[in-house]
């Protein structure tokens, strides 16, 4: 399954003001959305330290608001 994400999305000002609020990257809030739709993101990376960043995605939730938000943005379809 595609989610449609993609250095756009990673840019997208919903994405990055969301993160910012939770002192997160945007890569961790889309995982963390996905993880709330009850999906299992596999993320790829090469780097040790985005691998360890991919996984710290546990220790915050996005509000009804926030998940809401990130569903409407319809990426990719």
Do not use: Y
């Amino acid at each position: 399954m595609d989610s449609g994400l993609g250095k756009g999305l990673l840019q997208n000002p919903i994405i990055t003001g969301i993160a910012e609020s939770k002192k997160k990257s945007p890569a961790q809030v889309i995982l963390r959305w996905h993880i709330q739709r009850g999906l299992i993101p596999i993320p790829k990376s090469t780097k040790i330290e985005r691998i360890k960043e991919n996984f710290n995605i546990h220790d915050f939730n996005l509000s009804d608001e926030e998940f809401t938000l990130i569903s409407s943005l319809n990426i990719g379809k």
